[in-house]
């Protein structure tokens, strides 16, 4: 019966960090609010624009965080860190 590696060696088995990993990580990245089509990027660039600093801002000008709301916390990281790219387990309260 063949030997089943734990995570980590999947992880870092095979391809490494030069390999496809990056890639695939890259996937599961949280980078814009799904339900108002709109990217962090360009949620940040308008609240800079029109001085919105907060959640409740945002929601009232462009809607992002008041459908699913799953991209309140990544929004509310995105106004402390000026980051506009997460890792999805960044979201996780
Ligand atoms: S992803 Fe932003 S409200 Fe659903």
Redesign the pocket.
């Known amino acids: 019966m063949r030997k089943r590696g734990t995570s980590d060696e999947c992880r870092t088995r095979g391809t490494g960090d030069a390999g496809a990993r990056p890639a695939v990580e890259a996937m599961f990245d949280v980078d814009s ?4 089509e709109l990217s962090f990027e360009e949620i940040l660039r308008r609240c800079r624009r029109d001085a919105i600093d907060d959640l409740d801002g945002i929601r009232r000008a462009f ?10 916390p990544y929004l509310a990281n995105m106004l402390r860190s000026g980051r506009t790219r997460f890792r999805l387990d960044e979201g996780i309260v």
Do not use: K, Q
């Open positions: 609010c799904v339900c108002f809607g992002c965080g008041s459908g699913c709301g799953l991209c309140t």
